[in-house]
């Protein structure tokens, strides 16, 4: 038993057989399964980090479980992970690179979402690099706006006040963004309306059932759009605008 | 009777030596009387003092290898003559066990000479006597017969094993006029030179055979499994002589099976069929150079196995360097215990900038048969020192050719430790009860201040205000009260009120106290210079009314104070709207 090994029981001797782990077992078993990848031990990293993403994540997470499914030659779940990574940063540069790297080894070449850097960087901004970001923006605008409210009824400077009436307003308005953009990024992050296809390979029928008509093939690793779901089929949608309908099982829910 | 006889002859003869020369002797003899199965040893059988032929002894089972040769001398030494006649045989025996010799008879004039029989034991040989396919051969041809035989019968993949070709012959004379080579399938093979080999004698079955190793030849099984060698022709002439034009003959070899063992699995990722025992070396003609100034960076593998059949490691060179084909240096001999020297790959490379180049070390892992295990060889690393070249950075500016960064290969990204803020699944602040209370409350607060603020200025405003609206107002009534009293000519009623009206007018339009009517707090809210003006006149006019109110002196005409107050208020109305 050598002192990686040593390492990676202590911190799972922490876990107890608990379903949740705490923040601190959650912090360790990062460190451990982070020390086994350095080491090379890739299976036994991510046997560690998975345990964490059941109750936890961050994007450092996610980047490491992906790296560890990419070294064992597994592609669609190297892509899965940096996918959900970037779904808690979209711009975290090394999620992107991977991923991207990973999209390269991809049967089915599909246009990504956001390709012009305009969008991107909109999308970036949109999303923000913490999911809480806007909420907590939202938080602090509105104690700004009403602080300013107050005081431009107080002020009996008339330039100080309009100045306070002014800001009021303006803040008021970042607040209204704020808002928007938490709500969206909420709606984003709690829908999981995309998914990547875990099957080799997997025909897209024309409707829900087993020997409909075929309409197109995916192949493992491509990331689609699912529009809806029924009895175990989901319906998948390409960004060419493609429809077709897939067993549930084949694809993982970012 | 023999013995008797022989025994007398024997006493006769010392008795009368001088007296009879010619006696008759018989005798068999052999130089030893205990070999080794396919040993040989000499009979020989001498008869002295008579001319007739005498008859061969049995052998009893051994083998003439020679002879009889036969030899005779004849001596005349003063007057008296002796002859000896003997006859030599060369035997051996195939197999261990006691033979003896029978007695070899010669008939003379009294009678019939015998001697004695010989007692030959024949101890088990170490000689071998002849593998299964050299009977099987000897069965088919017993002259002339190839016979294959391999120095193991199996061997791992890649190991060496020497085949030799022997020519087992009888006839007096063979030439070699025509060969087909063995077909050889699945093995490599690399001829050995079998030119030196002298030819022996070697009795098989107790035939004697002259045996010349025709051909040997290196091989090395390049796949595991059964491995057939096919048989080997020689065509040949036989018995050619001056008076004999020979006879032509066709020999096929045996056909021999042999068994290439596969090399046990978990081979090494740098293993590529190397087997036997290497060494490796990486070394460079100067560790320290100038730019643009050729290195010889030299690879050697060296040591004993398969080596024309391995490619040494490469070193992987920079890009900065410049690399060219390397050149192949062999010092490779072939011997029947294999193959053993030295490859050597020298490769010329020029360094096209200044640094310093660590070439990191080569590896290369073997097959070793005699342990059955895979070893690994690393090479002493080798760092290169590469100095500025003729007219370095520092000099004048030269033209450099500028070239984009070389991407050598993509992979991903190295994981991230250390930034592990890991959050909680599944809890997001919006939405959550704490966010919707720090949103509300703020508001709620804000809205109850607007409430209770509005309400505060809706109250203090409409007081002040109706004040204000009324002040002028008030003043014109007291004013005109002021004028009742004027044309009374009541004199404390008109200066009464008209120090009503003045006051009043100041603390109602400027929401005063009563004694807070001064000339600072006018001029304090009416900021303008005609403002100033009339705040001192207002303060000049209240303090003439109050003084001519309370003493008998007038200092003004009553008509103007009037006047005056109306203007003022009129003025200050204007001013403070």
Redesign the interface.
Known sequence: MNARQILFAAAIGMAPLAKAIT?PQ??SL??AG?QL??AGDHQGALNALLT?E?????P??Q??IG?AW??LGNIPNAILHFERGLLLDPSDA?LR??RD??NSQVKDKLPGAADHAFARRWQELRAGSD??Q???R??WL??I???L??SS??IRSRPARRAAQVAAAMCAMLLMISIAF??A??RH??VRDTAIIMAPRMDARAEPAEGAKPLFILHKGAKVEVRDSMNGWNEVRLPNGSVGWMPASAMERI | MKYRFLIGALAWLIASASVLAQEITFTASVDRTAIAAGDQLRLTVTLANAQERFTAPDLDGLVVVAGPHESSSFNFINGRSTSTVTRTWVLTATQPGKYTIGPARVKVMRGVIETDPITIEVSKGNAPQGSADVQRAQQSDPNLFIIVSLSKGKAYVGEPVVASYHVYNRYSSVEQTGSTPPQLNGFWSEELDASQARAEDKIVNGLQYRVVLVKQQLLLPQRPGKLRIEPMTLSCVVNRSFFNRGTPLDVRSNAIEFTAMPLPPGAPADFSGAVGEFSLDLQADRTQAKAHEAIEVNVKLSGKGNLKLIEAPRPSFPSDFEAYEPKVNDRITVNASGMSGSRGFQYTVIPRHDGRFDLGSLSLSYFDPKTATYKQLRSQPLVVEVLPGEGGPSSAPTMTMRTDVIDLD????????G???????GK????SWP?IA??TT??L??LG??GW?SRRQRLAGDAEAMRRSRAEKLARHRLRQAADALKSGSKAEFYSALSKALHGYATDKFTLGAAGVTEEALIARLTTDEGRTAAKDYVKLIAACDMARFAPVEELPREELYDQALVLIQQIDRIAR
């Open positions: 923040k959650a912090d990062l460190a982070q990848y350095i964490i059941a109750d936890f994540d961050s450092a997470l980047l490491s790296n990419y070294k090394d690179a991977n790297l990973a999911p809480d806007w909420a907590l939202a938080l509105m104690t706006t009403c602080l409210i107050i009824r107080l938490a709500a990024r909420h992050s709690a | 993509h992979d991903i990204r190295f994981i991230r430790t930034d592990g803020l890991l959050r909680a699944k997001h602040l919006f939405g966010w720090g949103m703020p508001l607060l804000v201040f607007l603020d």
